[in-house]
């Protein structure tokens, strides 16, 4: 998983508290064959339970962040009738989104280049989206006569809006970096060059604050989405209590009353 013959990479700065998950296949566009969706669940399981990791960047290598379904794999199993083809949703592609979107830590994603189908959701799924210039969004599932999956039919309209969303599957094309973020699918365009940096910055910043608060503060949030305002008090409450008693609230509240910066250690 971590190694260099492997299509997915894993890097862990342990000064920085920053693990960064890398696509390895850019000859291939960073498509996603089994080896590398299985290597892409590994590495996320991975760093989603190691406590010394407390923010996740996830990116590509080449010119992609990730085009989706390997299409010529996907032919071959197509041309089999195997099972495995559409296995996979459960399988790979539902597991990497729940992590992506719900793991107890913040996660960001590095665009480096376009991110279609199912590499798309996975952006979507993640907190912060830093898009290059030259990079871009392509809702394709339509293009090849498939439904959305990936989590695209929760997380694009909550991104969008219901309308927008549809036309974006139902037409896709792909959305250059700066229509993106007039969209509310990047959060920031940033020239290809600097993106490596600007990440590495947020990422750090994000590590060194407050981890748990963070993991409760995605929870909410993705709760509430899709419940009432009584049962989201209700899940508030729950996560305040467990913040409230965590060793980085009182390191908080003691540094605010002795007027000086919190140092937090994500517990």
């Known amino acids: 998983m971590s190694t260099q ?15 960064t998950v890398t696509l390895a296949r850019p000859e291939a566009m960073n498509s996603l064959d089994v080896a590398t969706k299985e ?3 590994a590495a996320l399981q991975q760093v989603a339970t190691d406590p010394e990791v407390r923010c996740v960047v996830l990116t590509g290598s080449g010119r992609a962040f990730c085009v989706g379904q390997d299409l010529k794999e996907h032919v071959g199993l197509l041309g089999q009738d195997a099972e495995a083809l559409w296995r996979t949703v459960a399988e790979h592609y539902n597991p990497v989104v729940e992590l992506l979107a719900t793991m107890d830590k913040p996660v960001v994603a590095a665009l480096n280049g376009v991110a279609a189908g199912a590499g798309a959701a996975f952006a979507f799924a993640c907190d912060l989206r830093y898009v290059a210039e030259s990079a871009g969004f ?5 293009g090849i006569a498939l439904s959305c999956d990936s989590g695209t039919s929760w997380s694009l309209p909550r991104l969008v809006g219901t309308a927008r969303a549809k036309e ?7 959305v250059p970096a700066q229509e993106a973020l007039e969209l509310g699918l990047a959060t920031e365009v940033v020239p290809d060059a600097e993106l490596a940096e600007r990440v590495a910055r947020v990422a750090g910043e994000l590590a060194a604050g407050p981890t748990l608060a963070y ?7 993705a709760f509430s989405a899709g419940h009432g305002l009584a049962e989201s008090l209700a899940v508030e409450e729950q996560l305040m209590t467990r913040t409230g008693t965590s060793e980085d609230h009182r390191s908080a509240v003691d540094a605010f009353l002795a007027k ?4 937090y250690r994500g517990r």
């Not at 974006?168 to 792909?174: D, K, M, S, Y």
């Not at 000086?260 to 140092?263: D, R």
């Open 168 to 174: 974006l599957l139902l037409f896709p094309r792909t």
């Open 5 to 19: 013959t492997s299509p997915v990479h894993l890097e862990h700065d342990p000064g920085t508290g920053v693990a």
């Open 260 to 263: 000086e910066k919190p140092v």
């Open 138 to 142: 392509n809702l394709a599932f339509t």
């Open 39 to 41: 290597a892409l669940l």
């Open 215 to 221: 993991g409760a503060v995605r929870r909410a949030v």
